[in-house]
């Protein structure tokens, strides 16, 4: 009886100081195990019904009530969080937004067909990025309401990432080929090699090379990391002989990107890719969409 009144109140408990740590570290761990983006709030429900058994099995009912009452707060607060925090990332906002740059004022441009600024005088110039950062099954999503709604866009694929390997990805970026996407490389050698300059830049151009052999790209973005900067090695590339240029070179009007979700809806209740709509003819706009938090 006590090791079930243990695992049951333990096992809440680590549910809800796991969830807090998600929430903290942007619901990064969400698509590292396995994804589990739909179901938090079904998992703080049964960590407080785990929770008040537990403290059934092992106290007074009038301590099962008053702790357990506490238990099912945090459970509404954390469920509360999550709910705030997803309705900016539905799926639904997304083709929303597809569908509004579907327009004739809008042409949506690849990366690699412009980087040496050409861009239309007569549109409103949209380069629609995504950097793949963990999830591949969610890129991979995205890239299927994209191809529905006759939309294409550049997807940026790690090396070394946590959760997919190359390898894995490989299939994903020769369809993305195939269909007429861009596709370029997040690096991540800096971070990977542990800030060791030399071999990071030397692992970037075997990265790159391995990337170009699926399909042509001579494009790049850094991969984020709390502690080793990425881009700090980008000025000590020989970028000229390796024909390749970061998408934060590329000269833009605006630059919209949901990454992290604090601001992703404001407090009118606006969310932040509609900011597309009060472009001007002419214009580029450059707009960043991470796919692992959409759902």
Known sequence: MWILTLLL?????????????????????????????????????????????????????????????????????????????????????????????????????????????????????????????????????????????????????RMHAEKYSYNEAKSLIAQLVNDGYGIGLHYDELSFTRGNKEKAIALFKEDLSELRKIGTTHIVCAHGHSKYKNRAMWEELDRESLQVWSAYDIIHDLYISEAGGKRIVDSEGKHILQKIEETTIGQVIQVLIHPDWWF
């Not at 619901?27 to 407080?48: G, S």
């Not at 509360?80 to 990332?89: C, D, S």
């Not at 600024?117 to 995504?130: A, D, P, T, W, Y």
Request: net charge positive; with cysteine; proline share 2%.
């Open 9 to 157: 109140i333990g096992g809440s408990l680590c549910i809800w100081i796991f969830t807090a740590i998600t929430f903290q570290k942007q619901l990064r761990f969400a698509t590292l195990l396995f994804d589990l983006l739909p179901f938090y709030p079904l998992i703080e429900v049964v960590a407080a019904i785990s929770f008040t058994i537990g403290l059934h099995l092992w106290l007074p009912l009038e301590y099962v009530i008053f702790f357990g009452c506490i238990g099912w707060v945090i459970a509404l607060l954390l469920m509360h969080q999550f709910i705030k925090w997803g309705r900016g990332y539905r799926l639904d906002q997304y083709r929303m937004f597809l569908h509004t740059i579907k327009d004739d004022r809008f042409e949506i441009v690849l990366f690699n067909d412009h980087l040496h600024g050409e861009f239309s005088k007569n549109k409103v110039n949209v380069l629609l990025r995504h950097d793949v950062d963990i999830s591949l099954s969610r890129a991979r999503k995205m890239y299927e309401i994209e191809k529905e709604q006759g939309i294409k866009s550049t997807y940026f694929f």
